[in-house]
């Protein structure tokens, strides 16, 4: 077995293009339901939508990928208010359900025959819409050392990418430890009670779900740019529920979490996966138990088993207090 | 500014019939009716709460006592009628407006903020904060010099709550009596004109209730306006000016708290009719 090549690939993978995705996808997700106790199972939705919103006006509309950028945000909060609009006013389990089918009903549209001149159809789109962002690139020879490896274009986005994440959760920080925050964990206990106060909860629900989607298609962003491609069936229900997995990893409502429940993340299926590939290739596995078409499969077994686990032994995630968990039962 | 004493005043040139109308009335409800399908909970006719007076409102279980308070609150609509707090038409008026306007309530069930600390509780509760708008959150200079401020006003309310050793304590830790208190403390934090206790006392033990009377009458000596829900009589009895009954969605009866409790219509309401009847005699 090629230790050193395990340690390579995991290692990049830890602090790799995918770890800062699920990271902004979680960031947005903890704004929303850490901090403002909105279930929102349509963070997909926003990535989809942050990700064609850079591809296509590029590609059909000859636009720069600047101007992209900002249509992109532009329509992440247009997809915020169409959620929130019809469901902020009723109980937090009607959001859930309306996010969970329009994200659902933003990918449909995606992969719809009817608009394949546009959004690609089923193939997505693959071009050269983020030329304007790698032609920056001053690291184009890229990253190779015995741990890390990085392409040249994978490198540019990694660097860019943890100085995004960096800025964004330094902004969250600021925010949810100010008056704002204390209302928005306010609304999370109970909303009738911060009405009672003179809050419009409201506007604070609709705010959170902006700034949370926003941070979502910023994560589309990234996942378009790294891969210079959109694919439809990427911006499934699995693409939330990793996030929220993430997440609760990190420990909800828990400024540090998403990001290091995104590198604890793809560190375990990247090193589960990688031992398990050259375990078999090298014959330490033998075939009769795990062969190399299985590996994919097993590895989302054994990381299914190690959630469970956390679960069960430390269920406030890695930066959580049990104690305070344990206040959720409303004694 | 002139001291309006207690409702004392009020209480004996105020006729004691339901719907009276009161000298200075702060909150007055018109023709308010709330149905649930075929069940009429409130069907209010009249009614007026003096400015500045305790007023307890009172009646068995299902009288309609918390569906009125939702619906003056803003937190039900009505079926029909009109109110008005301090002369403004409060119909379709959205519960945080109402807060806004000057009346807040609290809850029967006590709404503390249980992963929020018992200082986050309060410093919540302050007005127009500045740290609250999305854009200025950003900005803490914007905000600190409020938010010491807003503090130390938290800090002496707690102090007079006897919670202030609880400060940083998650409400959750607090006991139920003591949620009751901070949340009344919470609501001080709005500066309300009018106070609106659900059942401030239910689950709260004898000594801590005793505090909590304190803080009601308190209140009135400040000159703002309480109106509550109880069912503990001896504390309708001993702080409030007057008292309203409503049984089955409508008010039978209103006095100072002594007629009140003489009044037949009451008692009948409460025990029901044939309260003294001997039931050996019925199987006869």
Do not use: C
């Not at chain 1, 926003?46 to 636009?63: E, Q």
């Not at chain 1, 997505?124 to 690291?139: H, R, V």
Request: charge should be neutral; glycine fraction near 10%; charged fraction near 15%.
């Amino acid at each position: 077995m090629d230790f050193l090549f395990i340690i390579q690939q995991t290692l990049s993978a830890t602090l790799g293009v995918n770890a800062i995705i699920f990271a902004l996808a979680a960031i947005g997700l903890n704004m929303h339901f850490g901090y403002t106790g909105l279930l929102n199972f349509g963070q997909a939705g926003f990535l989809a939508i942050g990700a064609y919103s850079v591809a296509v006006p590029v590609i059909s509309f000859n636009i720069s990928l600047w101007v992209a950028f900002l249509i992109g945000i532009f329509n992440s909060i247009i997809f915020a208010l169409l959620l929130g609009l019809p469901t902020l006013r009723l109980r937090a389990d009607y959001l859930a359900i309306v996010t969970i089918a329009a994200a659902e009903i933003v990918r449909q549209i995606a992969r719809s025959a009817t608009f394949r001149d546009f959004l690609g159809g089923s193939d997505g789109i693959t071009g050269k819409f983020a030329s304007e962002f790698f032609d920056l690139n001053p690291f184009k020879q890229g990253l190779t050392t015995p741990i890390l490896r990085f392409s040249g274009n994978d490198l540019w986005v990694v660097i860019t990418g943890w100085i995004l994440v960096a800025l964004i959760t330094f902004v969250m920080w600021v925010m949810v430890n100010s008056p704002w925050g204390r209302v928005m964990r306010a609304i999370r206990e109970d909303e009738d009670a911060v009405r009672s106060l003179g809050k419009n909860v409201y506007l604070y629900k609709m705010q959170s779900l902006i700034i949370g989607g926003v941070i979502g298609s910023i994560a589309g962003f990234v996942y378009a740019l790294s891969r210079q491609s959109v694919q439809p069936d990427n911006y499934g229900t699995a693409l939330t529920f990793f996030a929220y997995t993430v997440l609760i990893l990190g420990g909800a409502a828990r400024v540090f979490a998403p990001i290091i429940g995104a590198m604890i993340f793809w560190f375990l299926i990247v090193f589960i996966e990688q031992v398990l590939r050259e375990g078999v290739t090298s014959d330490v596995i033998p075939d009769w138990l795990i062969g190399v078409n299985q590996v994919g499969q097993i590895r989302f077994m054994l990381m299914g088993l190690g959630l469970m686990l956390l679960m069960i032994f430390r269920p406030q995630g890695i930066f959580g207090d049990k104690k305070e968990l344990a206040l959720d039962a409303k004694a | 500014m002139q001291k309006r004493n207690s409702g004392a005043d009020f209480a004996l040139t105020t006729s004691q019939i339901p719907g009276s109308s009161k000298p200075d009335p702060i909150l007055i409800a018109d023709k308010i009716t709330r149905q649930f399908g075929g069940l009429t909970a409130v069907n209010v006719n009249h009614v007026e709460i003096q400015r500045g007076s305790i007023t307890a409102l009172i009646g068995p279980n299902g009288a309609g006592k918390t569906t009125f308070f939702n619906l003056l609150t803003g937190y039900d609509s009505p079926n029909s009628g009109t109110w008005s707090f301090n002369g403004m038409a409060l119909n379709g008026v959205p519960p945080y407006k109402v807060a806004r306007l000057g009346m807040v309530r609290t809850f029967q069930l006590t709404k503390a903020l249980y992963r929020l600390t018992v200082m986050e509780n309060m410093l919540l509760g302050a007005r127009a904060q500045k740290g609250e708008s999305v854009l200025r959150s950003v900005f803490p200079w914007i905000w600190r010099s409020q938010e010491a401020a807003i503090r130390v006003k938290a800090t002496s309310i707690l102090k007079n709550f006897k919670l202030i050793e609880k400060q940083d304590d998650f409400a959750a830790a607090l006991s139920g009596g003591q949620r009751k208190l901070l949340e009344m403390a919470r609501a001080l934090m709005v500066e309300p004109e009018m106070v609106m206790l659900d059942e401030p006392m239910a689950g709260v033990n004898p000594a801590l209730k005793q505090s909590l009377l304190e803080h009601i009458k308190e209140l009135r000596n400040e000159g703002k306006t309480v109106l509550f829900v109880e069912h503990d009589m001896d504390m309708v009895h001993e702080i409030s000016d007057w008292v309203i009954v409503m049984a089955q969605g409508e008010i039978i009866a209103e006095g100072t708290p002594a007629t009140v409790m003489g009044n037949n219509q009451v008692i009948e309401a409460y025990l029901g009719a044939h309260h003294d009847t001997d039931l050996t005699s019925e199987g006869a």
